[in-house]
């Protein structure tokens, strides 16, 4: 298999995932255009996130005073909040204030579309990197973050989007509330994933297995609550 093929692949659980939250979309499909432009976007914001984690880290490594700390600083803040932050910025701009987002479950749309773009792009590098050292590293990272990471962008991109829409169509008095749950919720889950990863003990892999079967669960429920709402706005 070459690199081409192996980078066609890397994206594909991208593609697979918004298809499928496209397809939830029961009330009124979103302009194509405009996922594709979140899509793309969310691909691009790549380019300001990764030089920020750099100099995170860097900053990171020289005010930590100890391994745990630095690497809840780099699991929760480098990863998980500038992540989380530009993945919404993306929706935010694109898309929030469009005549499009009509429904409390258009957040989870828009939010997800932007969140796999970003894991797409995400994959193809770490997949080309790992080519690098041989083609079975490459393959290994492929299906590991296919099963794993990728989702996991998209189960932060729910929840994300869940209370994102909320924000929007809730009287004043708990809009504010669910903006700011859209950061800061999904910025927990995303530094909890890493965290544990990053401290590579003995399960942690299957930690995050079973993490994620109940983020799972819980964004299947998010989605069926957020699709009981918009049924009211038609």
């Avoid at 500038?82 to 910025?89: A, I, N, Q, S």
């Avoid at 005549?99 to 579309?113: A, L, T």
Wanted: glycine share 6%.
């Amino acid at each position: 298999m070459t690199l081409y093929k192996l980078i066609i692949l890397s994206i594909a659980p991208s593609l697979f995932i918004a298809l499928y939250i496209y397809f939830r979309d029961k009330f009124e499909k979103e302009p194509l255009h405009l996922l594709l432009k979140t899509f793309v976007w969310g691909i691009l914001i790549s380019s300001i996130v990764v030089p920020i984690e750099y100099f995170l880290m860097a900053y990171g490594s020289i005010s930590a005073s100890s391994r745990l700390s630095f690497i809840a600083f780099e699991a929760f803040i480098v990863a998980g909040l500038t992540e989380e932050y530009f993945k919404r910025l993306v929706v935010l701009r694109v898309a929030f204030d469009t005549p499009h987002f009509n429904q409390p479950f258009d957040g989870i749309v828009y939010s997800v579309f932007s969140a796999v773009g970003f894991a797409a792009i995400e994959n193809v590098g770490y997949v080309y990197q790992a080519f690098q050292a041989s083609y079975d590293a490459a393959v290994s990272v492929l299906v590991l973050r296919g099963v794993m990471a990728v989702p996991a962008h998209a189960m932060f991109g729910i929840v994300m989007g869940y209370y994102l829409g909320f924000a929007k169509f809730a009287p004043e008095s708990r809009s504010y509330w669910y903006f700011k749950a859209s950061l800061i919720i999904p910025m927990l889950l995303h530094g909890f994933y890493d965290f544990v990863l990053m401290l590579n003990v003995y399960g942690a892999l299957a930690i995050v297995g079973i993490y994620e079967i109940i983020l799972f669960a819980y964004c299947l429920k998010l989605i069926k609550r957020s699709q009981e709402i918009s049924r009211l706005y038609f």
